[in-house]
């Protein structure tokens, strides 16, 4: 059996009255695709923001390998190996899609002499353009990160995530926004990059997409896990079933 | 001829302001509408330590350096961590705060200012002013270098990268608050310097050639010649600082001028002369292409 590299115990996180995670625990094997997925407003973000330290869980506890994540600031945690994305892409728009991808590298370390030294050393240069390779992008690696294609800015901020050498990468809704063409590549990539060695748990809002890639699927509904297990297990759950279909065809039969 | 050499001196001292200023705003994306105060603080302490303490301007010069940045230290840890528009009303404070110490208390000289100090001298010989404008333009040179070599390593590189994404900055690791206060004290730093050439220069300094209107022109400096280039404050600097001097009679209106100005950069080129969007870069861009195509044509 493999080995966990991440945990989340108990994680319960609130806005004001509204609890967006209720208690909620994972655990996901090293070198495996792990999906959440939920409707909208399950509280999938939410998770990512508390893992990766934007937000402080108000209960419970987050590991990763023999590290708690709890309580650190964001570039502590991304130091350590948490890598991730944003359900709506966040680049530096006005930088050049290869300082994009530089500014990945090395989790924030600036390197003896970076004080003077510029960040396009040779080794720097390779390491970009081979990250850059890999989602397909080495042509744009001049452009102006902000004036690419909204497809392929997606891709570039995966690109910057891979950059960090992360030991744990999260992609928050990866496909969203994008053609079945761009979506399929986007999944193909992402396994690659799990064959690299690196865990993936992504967030899904699209149920076919997350059960294509994950090995482990957990469901969300209400800030709570109401299912966990493979994908064919998850499918036919039927409470998954009617989160996913219960609303809007027999209205609010859930609350 | 003094006439020329006057305002030349006074456009190195704006350069030294707007570049400084052009780090903190400009790279790392703060607003800093107070940085006449660091400009006084550096003018101030060069002062106070050649006429009072007795030190000689090239041991004032440094210290005063010195002395703005860890103000500009502690405040940075202060007031970093505000949101952008709670800063900028921050900073103007401390612009008012700074110059009420300069007027209220003796040993500032009070409003009427402060006297007395000294032209740096080299071997015994005290530099005129024509001589003194060549050392200042070769602090000018090291002040750009220094500025050039930042804005083309990997730290300017981090510190671009917290302007245009606080949060994706944090995500990949980046200490975005240290990255912050380093391009605040860097900025400061450059502030104290101009200060302490311009109190040298003068030789007597009042609390009102620190004021607010003041930080409001080499804001106008940097927004004008592009914020976060490395030529824009430059630009902006030569333009504004040798342009009421030219158009003396439009003095009293100046503050006037330079706020309409700011205005309407901020609505019609938000990136200034020369930055990405500018008209002038794109023009010149398309200028330069057809000159090439021609060549290429004809060869
Ligand atoms: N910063 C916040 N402040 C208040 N409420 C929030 C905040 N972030 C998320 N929420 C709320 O938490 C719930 C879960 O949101 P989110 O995690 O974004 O859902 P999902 O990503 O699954 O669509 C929603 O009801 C949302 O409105
Ligand atoms: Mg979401």
Redesign the interface.
């Known amino acids: 059996m493999a080995d966990r590299l991440f945990r989340a115990e108990g994680v319960t996180k609130r806005f004001g009255g509204l609890t967006a995670l209720k208690d909620v625990s994972i655990e996901v094997d090293e070198g495996s695709i792990f999906a959440v997925i939920g409707p909208n407003g399950a509280g999938k973000t939410t998770l990512f923001n508390v893992v990766?330290g934007?937000y402080r869980a108000d209960e419970g506890a987050i590991w990763l390998g023999g590290s708690t994540l709890h309580g650190l600031?964001?570039?502590r945690i991304?130091?350590l190996g948490v890598?991730?994305t944003?359900q709506i892409t966040?680049?530096?728009?006005?930088?050049s899609v290869m300082?994009n991808v530089?500014?990945?590298l090395?989790?924030?370390?600036?390197?003896m002499g970076?004080?003077?030294?510029?960040?396009r050393s040779k080794e720097a240069v390779d390491k970009a353009l081979e990250t850059l390779a890999a989602v397909g992008l080495e042509k744009s690696a001049d452009t102006?990160a902000g004036t690419l294609p909204y497809g392929d800015q997606r891709r570039v901020e995966l690109a910057?995530a891979m950059a960090?050498k992360p030991r744990l990468l999260l992609l928050d809704e990866p496909c969203a926004g994008l053609t079945h063409h761009e979506a399929v590549n986007l999944a193909e990539v992402v396994r690659q990059v799990r064959d690299t060695g690196v865990t993936v748990v992504l967030v899904e809002h699209n149920m076919h997409v997350a059960m294509g890639l994950a090995d482990h699927v957990a469901v969300l509904d209400h800030g709570e896990k109401i299912a966990e297990g493979t994908p064919e297990t998850v499918q036919r759950n039927p409470l998954v079933i009617e989160a996913y279909l219960g609303r809007g065809e027999s209205g609010e039969s859930h609350a | 001829m003094l006439y020329l050499v006057t305002v030349s001196t006074m456009v190195c001292i704006y350069i030294i302001l707007a570049s400084g200023l052009n780090i903190i705003t400009g790279y790392a994306g703060q607003p800093n509408l107070g940085h006449a105060a660091f400009f006084g603080i550096g003018a101030y302490a060069s002062a106070l330590l050649t006429t009072k303490v007795g030190l000689s301007f090239w041991a004032a010069m440094p210290l005063a350096v010195v002395i703005a940045a860890s103000v500009g230290f502690v405040l940075g840890i202060i007031s970093l961590r505000l949101r952008e528009d709670f800063l900028a009303i921050t900073t103007i404070g401390v612009n008012f705060v700074v110059v009420s110490v300069f007027l209220y208390f003796d040993y500032f000289g009070r409003a009427l200012g402060l006297g007395g100090i000294p032209r740096p001298s080299i071997f015994g010989h005290v530099l005129n002013k024509p001589e003194y404008l060549v050392l200042v333009v070769f602090l000018v040179a090291a002040v750009l270098l220094v500025c050039w070599v930042f804005s083309r390593s990997r730290l300017g590189l981090m510190v671009s990268a917290v302007r245009e994404d606080e949060l994706a900055a944090h995500s990949l690791g980046l200490n975005v608050t240290a990255l912050k206060l380093a391009a605040f004290v860097f900025g400061t730093a450059l502030a104290g310097l101009g200060g302490s050439v311009y109190a040298h220069f003068m030789t007597f300094i009042s609390p009102y050639d620190f004021a607010f209107p003041v930080s409001i022109t080499v804001m106008c400096m940097v927004v004008l010649g592009g914020a976060g280039t490395f030529w824009g404050p430059v630009v902006g600097a030569i333009i504004l600082a040798s342009a009421p001097e030219i158009m003396r009679f439009i003095q009293q209106y100046r503050m006037l001028i330079y706020g309409g100005l700011l205005a309407v950069l901020m609505i019609f080129q938000p990136a200034g002369l020369l930055g990405a969007d500018s008209v002038f870069v794109r023009g010149g861009a398309r200028l330069v292409a057809r000159v090439r195509g021609r060549v290429v044509q004809s060869g």
């Open positions: 990766s934007v600031g964001t570039h991304a130091r890598a991730r944003f966040r680049l530096f728009k006005q930088l300082d530089i500014l990945g090395g989790r924030g370390d600036i390197p970076g004080l003077i030294r510029g960040p102006k910057r960090m």
